[in-house]
């Protein structure tokens, strides 16, 4: 894909609505010293009779890029690539640039104005096209077991739906027979035993099937590897560890509850929590008399009530049932919703228990052998009797019991104690099929049939997989590549990633370079864009085609205009819509749509700077709650803090660059924004063009491609969450010193490096050319001299000229 | 290739493609709202409306789904279409008064509210689909749906509680012709 004549352009008119707002005859003459193999203004090139006018011109001109100027990318790129397809055009080869809602309804000027600005967008969009590389997807193999780890009950659920599709597992367990697994299982499901089927059944076929290994449950020293090749280790009792290989991984993690602290409301004998009363159970200790359930403690959430609530409905159920004598009662709270079916309730009155619901905003009061309660029904304090009182058990939190597994998987902890896969919200078809499967309650609270129905779903997902794999279908597409050579093994990339695409590595095995696993890779691109080394690299979205495309753009605008990044979310859909709702802002900025503003290289900025911009803006989603790549937009704070500094180091405006928040929902802010930033930038004159401040924005440039940079950016993320700082920094103003003293170390030692490139020079020389004291410059010539980055050259006045070293 | 013509004006065209995809390829213009080149068409507004002389008898259709047939003549702007859509507009018109694009229908077609006027409603949702195509066919998720039916049909996200399938992506907002989806929109998600 090296050749240029292969990119066609398409130019959209869009029924009048691009033709009548942009001259398009002129945008085409404007990009006639372009590289391209077809250019062809289309009434509409996205209707039936366009496509097929489209896949004509690839097929007889062997195009094998696209870039169509037309509307939205969002919206109608899978449209062109669906149709597209048959001619083999894949999605990375067409490139969309939205002429309608960036240039032609959000700007009032002349038709050949816009013209100009429409052609430097497209010439931006041609420049990524043509550092377009080839993209292999790659096969991958299935073979060996599922991994069923974390010891929930929906691991069985699962072993035995793969095991009667005849795959192999190894299930981890806690308990090693059927009949201890029931034994244990109130501790995560409460009242949930006797009324799940053939649960015993279950449990009894998984341990014989000769397809199912059960082990025990083994703490977890490292997962590592991907999709069709995991690899566990597992801690044994003399310290060694032991690898179990699989090609899935099913994580069934419950969450358990710990007893109430029921000594507050009366003695252990008379009060027991839920968990208590059904060992009292089994035991066969079933008390005569009245049972009131009360089922309180709103703090855990509303899942956790109804959950209980229920649970304490089969209890009664079975506590009648074995002893008529028994009069269990339960007393719920109104705001809850019964999950029970007309016929359990009916059930529910042939035994005669009581369902009572209760108004949470006054707190029942418990007395001796009452409680008394208010009801909904008359909002009077009614009394209920009791001899045993039993309350639900506290749902404890399970990130700490897994910790050792979301150190090594994405899953993260939410807000309200439950686990989440991950906390990125994509396209469905941005990410290939599922690979990694989570189930259990500890994913929100919920019963035991439910659970076992996710164990199955989850293992369907492993024998889809496989079945693919089979067929030879199963294919990761190489979204990122590690460059074997530059990479260092820091594991920056890893922490940062936040969808798991960046594979771990066992511990204690140094710095080896990293592998990615493509199936669970997002292509975000905040790895790459932090990685001190630049050694990642995002396949089709590479910092060198969004550096080109900066570039290409920045050489046709004018002096006054500024550059605005857009994230694929908030930023990008805000300024459509803008555009939908028929709101107009000034011409002066041209939008580059980026996935996430934290995929966008700290140098990208820096190089608009040398390239002439005259300011930036980026408009990014609302920090972390509405990011869609996790903390994106916070690395990116972080990139534009630095840059700030930077550019008050070589004596510039900080205010040239600035960032916005922005809702999808939200056109109006969008359109303030670009206007007040425009606005903050019209008295100020555009970079000045000469040597001395080139010199400085080259250093600038060089600054914020230094590894010891990168590194402080990528280790020193702002998180809004978080109250520390890295390293031995304990308060945001130390922070944030320390970061403007690496880079006022880097940018000298930039300066230094551009200066001595032209001429071999001694300290004073430096220090006239760079305009600063010597006493600042030497410490850093002596570090430089003494690690060879520089050399002495010779001597002159009794001090050393200095020159460029080798390498 | 299947040839027809449109205004009198002779045209080609392959199997499956529309009239409306014609009409719009060779610059005639079809005014649409419940059409969009992303989705698969829907018919639920029927601005879209052309007279079609199959040789045999003159009708009324949707051109946006009435696919092309040798030989036959449409008409996009004849006095009976012309009713036709000045009807369909002005009911719409008066369903969301304040929404841009119904507006410039509006002048386009020389109508003002009438009293057919639902009180204090500006943004009402013409339930064309269109949002709940895109996020279906396009998104790939399927957050949005119609719920109810009849007088009440409106368009929710599944069982009227937020939807966890929703990816704030606002490819909803994008496509929707009269910015009823606005007010939508916080309550779709979860």
Redesign the interface.
Known sequence: MNKEDNIGIFLCEC??KISSRIDLPKVCEFLRYSPWGHLEIY??P?????L?AMKKEIQAKGLDRILIGGC?S???K??FTTALASVGIERHQVEMINLKDHVATVHEGAPQELARKAAALISGGLASLKLLEPYEPVSLSFEGPALIVGGGVSGFAAARELARKGMESILFAKALTPEKVMDGLHHTFPGCRLFCGDLGELFREVFTNPLVKVVPDQPVEYIIGGVGDYHVGLKQADGSVTEVEGAAIIVALDREFSPADVTTIGGMDRVCTLQDLEERLVEGDIQAGKVVFWVNSPQHGRAAQEFAAVAAWRDSLLMVRENPQVKPTVLYPANVTLPLTGADLVEARAHGIGLQSYIPEVHPVVQSGFMSFVSPADRLEHEVEWDTLVVPGVPEDPAVKAQELLRWLPIYPENGGSLKKSHI?????QLPDESLFFTGSAGGICDLNEVLQQGKKAARGVLSLREKARQGRLVSPVVVHVDKELCEGCGLCTEICPCGGIEHVKPGSGPVPRETDNHLCSGGGTCAATCPYEAIKVLNNTAQQLEARVKAISAQMQEHEILGFVCG?GGL??A??AA???LKYPSGIYLIPVNCLGSIDPSILSMAFLNGVKGIMLAGCTPTH?C?YHYGVDHCWYRINAMKKLLALAGLERRRIAVGYVE??EPESFVRMVESHLDALENLPPLPKDDRTMAKLWAIHATMHRPRVRWVLGTSLRRPTEKEFPGSQFNAVDADETMLDVLKEEYTVSRIFKALTTQPLSPPELARTLDEPVKNLTPILTDMAKDGRIITKGWEKGYPIYAMGKG | MITFTIDGKEVQ??E???V???A????I?IPTLCY???VEPYGACRLCVVEVDDGRRSRVVISCMYPIREGIKVLTDTPRINNVRRWIVQLLLDESPAS?KMQELATKFGVTPSRFKKAGVDFACHLCGLCVR?CH?????QALTFGNRGLRKEITSPFHTGSKEC?????C????PT?AM?QL??KVGA
């Open positions: 029924g009048g009434p509409h996205c209707l039936a009779p366009g097929e939205s969002r919206v109608m899978k449209r919200k994509f396209w469905p078809d979310w859909s805000s459509e819509q939908v709702k028929g509405s869609h999808v929902n | 065209g392959q499956d493609w529309t409306l995809d014609v719009k390829w060779h610059g213009d969009h080149p992303a841009p895109a066919e396009v998104v790939g998720a990816l704030s992506c606002g490819t907002l994008y496509v929707c910015g606005e929109f916080d």
